[in-house]
């Protein structure tokens, strides 16, 4: 079985500041990763992920993504962030064996000040 | 991108009434759509897999009996909750798959946030 925990439920920061948001799963089996956003009053969007290859992965708005097969976790950082950043991040893995399964975590609020 | 809606976006009813959604994709196909339940400040919780003219495939712990759902035609999946009670009081998304791609991806709707009174 896998699980995904999201330590924080939420994250305030200002406008311009580095964020990281945290994620670690446990799984026997071997599993993609993936961060997915959700913008207020839409559906969830795949952010980014790790299938294979390097493990610094980054999306087209500037976030980052590490993953740590050692300390089973893969991180969601961006350097500035800004107020359009507003949103429900979930990270989530997605076994090898079965590809259409996806295990989310409980979901970080970020929450950017002006 | 694929487009994937839910009709309602939200709706409250009474203990004991049944309550309809549907998840649409709109500019896509999709031989399989997924139902998911949100409780708050939890995870989302994948309750059953839905395939095109068959029966849905569900979780373990989840009640196909109260927890219907249909896949008439490649567009349009709808899960009806049955003499709904409040403690199904949920956030329900849905997704629509779009197969041939080693993971599957997935397009999420916007979420239909239930409450039984």
């Known amino acids: 079985a896998q699980s995904v925990t999201q330590l924080d439920s939420q994250v305030p920061v200002f406008e311009e500041a580095p964020v990281e948001l945290r994620c670690n799963y446990s799984?026997?089996?071997?599993?993609?990763l993936f961060w997915y956003v959700q913008y207020p009053n839409q559906g969830l969007q795949l952010l980014l992920k790790?299938?294979?290859?390097?493990?610094l992965v980054k999306s087209i708005n500037g976030f980052e993504a590490e993953f740590n097969k050692s300390q089973t976790s893969f991180h969601l950082r961006k350097p500035s962030v800004h107020i359009s950043d507003t949103a429900e991040y979930f990270c989530?893995?997605?076994?090898?064996?079965?590809?259409?399964?996806?295990?989310f975590g409980s979901g970080t609020r970020l929450s950017i000040r002006p | 991108g694929a487009v994937v809606s839910q009709h309602p976006s939200w709706v409250i009813c009474k203990s004991g009434t049944s309550v309809k959604i549907e998840c649409r994709s709109l500019?896509?196909?999709?031989?399989?759509m997924f139902w998911y339940r949100q409780f708050p400040k939890q995870s989302l919780m994948l309750m059953a897999t839905?395939?095109?003219?068959?029966?849905?495939?569900?979780e373990q712990g989840v009640e196909k009996d109260k927890f219907l759902i249909n896949h008439a035609s490649l567009t349009l999946s709808t899960l009806t909750v049955t003499s709904a009670h409040p403690e199904d009081s949920s956030f329900y998304i849905c997704?629509?798959?779009?197969?041939?791609?080693?993971?599957?991806?997935?397009?999420f709707g916007p979420g239909t946030r239930l409450t039984v009174l």
């Open positions: 500019d896509f196909q999709a031989t399989t």
């Open positions: 799984s026997s089996v071997s599993v993609y």
């Open positions: 989530a893995v997605t076994p090898y064996s079965s590809a259409s399964k996806i295990i």
């Open positions: 839905s395939n095109e003219g068959s029966k849905a495939t569900y």
């Open positions: 790790y299938l294979s290859g390097s493990t």
């Open positions: 997704s629509a798959r779009v197969s041939g791609r080693n993971p599957d991806t997935q397009y």
